[in-house]
């Protein structure tokens, strides 16, 4: 692999806290390494800038390999940058060239208020999470493991919809800021296993009511969130959440 | 002094016995206790979640903004557990065996012992739950060979496995947030412990997004806060791992264990320049399949494809026969340092050895597919074609994060890999109740010395989480609150909160009030390199006088000339990470003060002093047989208490894996 640096501008979102208007401030940064990580760039920038003496760019970021769902920046137009399949910490300045101009913004939706900068606040998700994304069980009265057989192809799609890291691009995505894909990915992942067959209906109806409550919007199928979604979270989960919120809409006794 | 609470009675019998004679909470004076769980990864998250179920009243923190972002989250590879489900021999005795010799004998034989018993539940806990463990087509579970046994016992989600568990934990933690017994707490940050009348009763902590200092009551306080890795700046943990909260709770006496226990993990991606922020695991599980090299030719300018394979030096296998590629971490952590000092390492850097998977994607993976569907004599392409689809679909996102990376194909070209940082062994002294030497504070999971020794098998770390969260805990606690039903919740006014509350503020205004002309980052990144060099893998006397000397001149420049940017009252990640910085230098220094004083090598331990003829780790039991549980005195001065190790069912030997 061919490594390169390159001068770059940036133009990032700043915002004080949720209660005052942001705007964009333009940076330049010099001799970015092709090898560094894009939150590695913005790590140089901050450098630059407490040298500067002026204040940092504030972003979430943790585990920077692309599985906790911490880092949510809006790249150029698109949650997470160019690369497919990638999240933020991962997309590599590869994907740039000397002289780009590089635009970046929170996630933006009315359920994920900005806290500051580039941190958005998805306390949403987890309350999603709280109306019904799990199986009721309490610790210590589990069978054994082996006595629940499952067919490994369900298997297989329950761990393709459980990789989902809640970090939000979907939402980011979509233009009418729906949490579908999200909603879908746990929705199937519990009800294709048949541990999580005595909830289905419940589990359904109140994750769907609770993201109402939170003000994400309606899904119209554009695919958007498909599209962006690092861990490539199928739209089919969106196809089986459907069926199964009609399902128990209309069997669920009121 | 040191009581480790060990029951009386047979190995195999006391953790049943305990539980069968231990104090128990009714439910109503349940309701009334209140337990602080700081830090919800699969300690705390399970921990809280067990709690909850049992009917405490739970308060949980985390400092990022959802307890599903916690590292256990990055774990890879998979969990132990002893179910013998592949019929080679494995057994509790086996698991617990394999855990104290991988350990090189430095753990607690009545711990890792409870820790083999209870593994089997933790796979049952968590397929209840729903975690989606890889399975056979027949739809049972399906196991991996992990490093350092001799048995297939790691239970696995591809190579999310972490993810898997703690998302499993997270939710059954959500679901009692929802039920009302768990109050979760995120973007909070623990600054210090509180303690009245010698017991732990709260804890001051920063609200990260407004930057206002809180006080919060706890009839009992469980850290699981996790690993202290990131001291040497660069390590496999996430950028916001911080030792923070155990060290708060050593300073208000908490004996710290063996801190120089640190695993350096064999396979983790290069260092490619000044500008890396963190270093990336690849799983252990890829040991299975994928052989280690070198060439046999110093400073070998070829390709690696271009090398022929009778100039390839499969350096573990020949050093090791017994255990090949699945030697425990440290034997081969140190065996790829040995052939780059020599002079063979490849890549640009010459620190980095290969990892190469052709071999097994023809021979193993390649051969069995072509024989399910029924191929005759297949050219090597047909292999090569349907072995990466079984590499896929075991390990595809490894290959994919590896490629993101380095912006190499690694189903075409060998991985490029080297030792990191990935795991500290050491952590708060506990007894066998998981309390630490103050009264009323636990310390659970990676943050607590306890299970595994001086070197830390692999896939073991999840399984202790979960082991001391889902069920060692529920019934520790319960010992102790037993006798606390008659404290009524201590308002927060108490003066004792109000002084750790000035102390705390006091420390941020100073922090805030060096405006000096040096960032943090650059601060951190010295310490590291400090660490790196004279306490990583290799130690010696002389390197480590002179790293303690290096330290504490840091540890003035930062109280001198941090730089910190903002205001205390807002959010400020400037100051989040001065916070956890000032700390990691104070335990620097301690580290390498324990590694000094442990004049023999064992596990991740290794002195340069203290080797035997082949470069093997050479312990000296008549003199270390210990824990070394630092006691706090005051700045840069601790005193050493020792907790000596009694091996009553396995006599410990050399470790060999030849």
């Not at chain 2, 239970?155 to 703690?166: D, E, P, S």
């Not at chain 2, 973007?187 to 709260?202: P, T």
């Not at chain 2, 050491?426 to 636990?442: F, N």
């Not at chain 2, 956890?580 to 004049?599: K, S």
């Amino acid at each position: 692999m061919e490594h390169y640096t390159m001068n770059l501008t940036l133009k990032v979102w700043k915002q004080k806290n949720k209660d005052v208007r942001g705007s964009f401030e333009t940076y330049r940064v010099k001799d970015i390494s092709s090898e560094m990580s894009f939150l590695e760039m913005f790590d140089v920038l901050n450098e630059q800038l407490v040298h500067e003496g002026k204040e940092p760019i504030a972003f979430d970021h943790d585990c920077r390999e692309g599985i906790c769902g911490m880092c949510s920046m809006y790249i150029n137009g698109r949650p997470h940058g160019p690369w497919h399949g990638t999240t933020t910490c991962q997309l590599h300045m590869r994907a740039f060239k000397d002289g780009d101009t590089i635009v970046v913004e929170p996630w933006r939706a009315n359920s994920f208020a900005v806290i500051k900068d580039l941190i958005v606040d998805r306390g949403a998700f987890d309350r999603i999470i709280q109306a019904g994304g799990f199986i009721s069980v309490n610790t210590g009265n589990a069978q054994d493991g082996n006595n629940i057989p499952i067919e490994k192809e369900k298997a297989d799609q329950a761990f393709a919809a459980a990789a989902c890291i809640g970090c939000g691009a979907c939402v980011a995505a979509c233009k009418n800021s729906s949490a579908m894909l999200f909603v879908s990915a746990k929705v199937s992942h519990l009800a294709l296993l048949p541990q999580g067959a005595p909830e289905k209906r419940t589990r359904v109806l109140n994750m769907i009511a609770q993201m109402d409550k939170e003000g994400f919007g309606a899904c119209t199928n554009t695919g958007a969130c498909e599209a962006v979604c690092p861990k490539e979270i199928s739209l089919e989960n969106i196809a089986r959440l459907n069926k199964e919120y009609l399902g128990a809409a209309a069997t669920i006794d009121k | 002094m040191l009581d480790s609470k060990i029951p009386p009675g047979k190995l195999e019998d006391k953790w049943n016995d305990y539980k069968g004679h231990v104090k128990l909470v009714n439910p109503a004076n349940k309701r009334k206790l209140e337990v602080i769980i700081v830090g919800t990864g699969l300690a705390g998250a399970s921990a809280a979640a067990a709690l909850g179920e049992l009917g405490y009243r739970v308060k949980a923190y985390c400092f990022q903004d959802s307890p599903r972002r916690a590292h256990s989250i990055a774990a890879q590879g998979g969990i132990n557990a002893a179910k013998n489900y592949q019929n080679d021999g494995d057994s509790v005795f086996r698991l617990f065996y394999d855990t104290i010799k991988g350990g090189d004998y430095r753990a607690r034989e009545s711990n890792v012992h409870r820790l083999a018993e209870v593994s089997v539940n933790i796979i049952d806990q968590c397929v209840a739950q729903g975690v989606p463990f890889a399975r056979e087509y027949g739809g049972l579970l399906n196991n991996r060979s992990f490093g350092g046994t001799q048995v297939k016992r790691t239970f696995y989600a591809a190579g999310q496995t972490g993810q898997q568990l703690l998302i499993g934990a997270y939710q059954a933690l959500e679901r009692q947030v929802a039920l009302g017994n768990v109050t979760m707490y995120s973007r909070h940050e623990m600054l210090d412990i509180v303690k009245i009348d010698g017991k732990a009763r709260g804890i001051i902590c920063r609200n990260l997004v407004t930057g206002e200092l809180e006080r919060h009551f706890g009839h009992a306080v469980l850290l699981c806060s996790g690993g202290y890795g990131n001291v040497f700046y660069l390590s496999t943990n996430a950028m916001g791992s911080n030792v923070t909260a155990a060290w708060k709770a050593h300073k208000q006496g908490a004996y710290f264990g063996n801190p120089c226990f640190t695993q350096i993990h064999p396979t983790c991606i290069p260092v490619t320049g000044d500008h890396q922020s963190k270093l990336t695991l690849m799983s252990e599980s890829l040991r299975n399949d994928g052989r280690i090299w070198v060439p046999k030719k110093k400073d070998d300018p070829r390709k690696a494809n271009d090398i022929p394979e009778d100039e390839r030096d499969y350096y573990l296998e020949r050093r090791y026969p017994a255990f090949g590629n699945l030697v425990p971490r440290d034997v081969a952590s140190r065996a790829a340092k040995e052939r780059c000092d020599a002079g063979y390492g490849v890549g640009t850097t010459k620190q980095a050895v290969y990892l190469d998977f052709k071999y097994n994607l023809i021979n193993k993976y390649g051969k069995t597919e072509a024989g399910k569907q029924g191929i005759e004599n297949p050219d090597q392409e047909t292999l090569i074609r349907l072995g990466k689809e079984v590499v896929k679909e075991e390990y595809g996102n490894l290959f994919d994060m590896y490629e993101k990376i380095t912006g190499e194909n690694p189903y075409e070209v060998p991985m490029r890999i080297y030792p990191a940082v990935h795991y500290t062994m050491g952590g708060l002294w506990v007894d066998y109740e998981l309390m630490t030497s103050v009264t009323g504070l636990y310390a659970l999971g990676e943050c607590n010395f306890s299970d595994h020794g001086a070197n830390r098998l692999g896939a073991s770390a999840l399984m202790q989480g979960l082991a001391d969260g889902y069920f060692v805990i529920p019934y520790t606690l319960g010992n102790y609150l037993a006798d606390e039903i008659g404290t009524k919740p201590i308002p927060t006014t108490h003066e004792a909160f109000v002084e750790a509350e000035k102390a705390v503020a006091d420390r941020i205004n100073k922090l805030m009030n060096i405006k000096g002309k040096q960032s943090v980052e650059s601060l951190h990144k010295r310490l590291g390199k400090i660490m790196w060099e004279k306490c990583g893998m290799a130690r010696n006397a002389q390197g480590l006088k002179e790293a303690i000397d290096e330290i504490r001149a840091l540890k003035k420049e930062f109280w001198s000339d941090v730089r910190i940017p903002g205001e205390i009252n807002e959010m400020n990640p400037e100051l989040d990470k001065a916070n956890r910085v000032a700390d990691f230098i104070e335990l620097g220094e301690l580290m390498c003060i324990d590694a000094l004083n442990r004049a023999e090598s064992c596990g991740g331990h290794f002195r340069e002093e203290s080797q035997t003829e082949d470069g093997e780790a050479l312990r000296h039991d008549d003199q270390f047989m210990y824990v070394s549980a630092w006691e706090y005195k005051g700045d840069s001065d601790w005193q050493l208490n020792k907790e000596e190790l009694n091996y009553e069912v396995i006599k410990p030997t050399q470790r060999n894996y030849k």
